[in-house]
C-alpha cells in the first residue's frame, strides 16, 4: 500500500514542477537551440585549436619560451619534442594540446606570437628611421645636430659633428664608406625610437 500513495505523490511533484522545466512555445525552444553551438560548429572550433596547438608545437624551444604557457602546456610541449618524429602519436598530442587550449585564454599566448612576428618589422622600419635620421643630420647640418643634442642628452657633440663631418665629405665624393656607416651605429647606440 505504500509504494502507489509514494508514487502518486511522486507523479504529483513532477506534474507540478513540468510546466516550470518544459519550453512554453515554439519561441522557447528556438531559444534553447541558439545558445548550444552545433556539433559542426563545436568540430571547426577544435580543428583550429588543433591547428594553433600544431603551430605552436613546431615553434622552436626558444620561441616556445617566450610565450605565456601555463605548466600543463609547457609539460605536453616537452612531451611533444621527443614525439616528433612518430606521426601518429604526435597527432594524438596534438589533440590532447588543443583539448588544453580550449580550457585556457589564448589572448596572451596569440599576442606573444604576434610581437615574434612582427619583430623584423619593428626592426626594419627603426632602421629606416635611423638612416632617415642620418640623411637628415648629413643634410641639415648644425641646426639638425642642436635640435638631435636638444632631444638625446647621451649624444656626445664633439663627436657627432666629427662624425657628420667625415660622413658628409664622403657623401659629396659619392663613396659612401667607413664614417658613413659609423655615423649611423652611433646614432643606433643613443637613439631610441
Known amino acids: 500500500m505504500f509504494w502507489p500513495v509514494a508514487l502518486c505523490c511522486i507523479l504529483e511533484v513532477t506534474i507540478t514542477l513540468l510546466p516550470n522545466i518544459m519550453p512554453q512555445s515554439a519561441n ?5 537551440e541558439e ?3 552545433s556539433k559542426s560548429e563545436i568540430k571547426r572550433e577544435m ?3 588543433q591547428d594553433f596547438a600544431l603551430v605552436i608545437v613546431k ?9 605565456p ?5 609547457k609539460e605536453a610541449m616537452v612531451l611533444a ?3 616528433t618524429n612518430k606521426h601518429e602519436a604526435l597527432r594524438r598530442h596534438v589533440r590532447h594540446i588543443a583539448k588544453i587550449l580550449a580550457e585556457t585564454d589564448l589572448e596572451p599566448i596569440k599576442h606573444a606570437m604576434d610581437v615574434m612576428a612582427n ?3 619593428q626592426e626594419s622600419v627603426k632602421f629606416a628611421k635611423l638612416e632617415h635620421l642620418r640623411d637628415e643630420v648629413i643634410a641639415q647640418g648644425n641646426e639638425r645636430i642642436e635640435a638631435l643634442l636638444a632631444e638625446v642628452d647621451t649624444l656626445e657633440r ?4 666629427q662624425l657628420v663631418r667625415h660622413a658628409k665629405k664622403e657623401h659629396s665624393a659619392e663613396k659612401v664608406g667607413k664614417h658613413y656607416r659609423d655615423l649611423f651605429n652611433y646614432l643606433k647606440e643613443h637613439v631610441i625610437f
Open 59 to 67: 615553434m622552436s624551444k626558444h620561441q616556445r619560451s617566450k610565450l
Open 47 to 49: 580543428h583550429r585549436l
Open 119 to 121: 619583430k623584423h618589422q
Open 81 to 83: 619534442d621527443k614525439i
Open 35 to 37: 545558445e548550444l553551438p
Open 69 to 73: 604557457l601555463s605548466d600543463e602546456l
Open 158 to 161: 664633439q663627436k657627432l659633428r
Open 28 to 32: 522557447d525552444i528556438d531559444g534553447l
